[in-house]
């Protein structure tokens, strides 16, 4: 387990991270978002004993978290610095040795994650050799060649083509399954959504969305109704407590202040003509993001 308790950092008079609180399990998978900025990467450092809190504290399995736990911590960090004039193999060999691994096992290792990742070519190929798609492969390995407890992963999908990316979330579903914790960062809300469970969204380093994104959702209270037929739109908008109505391509999206607004509008919707569509849905996760840290940041 581990546990980041009401930890605080400063870099001189900046507090980058303030307070900040949050459990992770075995086997959960949990989402570190924010704005640049918003204090992700010092929580990173935090979180693997790289940096040390200047209030509170982070404990795995009960015990302050520290360099002498490095074996069993995966990290893949945002900057995709690789040392780009060895090859893959000298690469694994430099990475799982730092971690205490035998040659031998990280060879092992290597040549079924590199067939997994369709990469088996590259073994003995410079890193700068290989596309940008590949060398982030790459780089994935070497943070899971040591079979990690912990996986940290700064940013893991971005510049991903779909079909990468799946691949991506089949491994990383597979170390949830063996019990691992994953803690991972991205800007793309719609992956996070089916992604995680849990979350913290920073903003200038204080937690502004925090828990199960079941329950954020429920506690946000505003919902969508997705409608298809023949709706008078401004009779629609007169309603009250419908704030806004787009009008996509071939449907209407009604945006209401809660659930009671929902049987209004359907009272409405009854006396139309031609309605093939009539749903009700919670707010998306970047909804609620931009409600709660802004306009400004409609990416995190
Ligand atoms: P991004 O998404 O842009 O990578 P982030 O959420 O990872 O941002 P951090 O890198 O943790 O944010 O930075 C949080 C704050 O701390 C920022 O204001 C940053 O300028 C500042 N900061 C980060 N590292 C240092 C440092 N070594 N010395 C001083 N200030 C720092």
Redesign the pocket.
Known sequence: MLEVKNAKMM??D?V?VDHLSFTIKPGDIFGLL?T????????FRMIMGLLDPTEGEVLYNGKKIGYHNVNEIGYMI?ERSLLTKITVKELMLFFGQLKEMEPKVIMDRLDYWLKRFDIEDYKNKKIKELSKGNQQKIQFISAIINDPKLLVLDEPFSGLDPINMELFVEVIRDFQKQGSMVVFSSHQLDMVESFCEELVV?EK?KAVIEGRIDQIKKDFEKLNIKIVGDVDVEKLRSIPGVFKVIEHKNVIEAKIENESVASKVFEYIRTCKHITKYDVEQASLSEIFIAKVGRNHEEV
Do not use: D, I, V, W
């Not at 640049?36 to 929580?43: I, L, M, P, W, Y």
């Open positions: 870099y001189g900046l980058a924010g640049n900025g918003a204090g992700k990467t010092t929580t945002e920073l380093g």
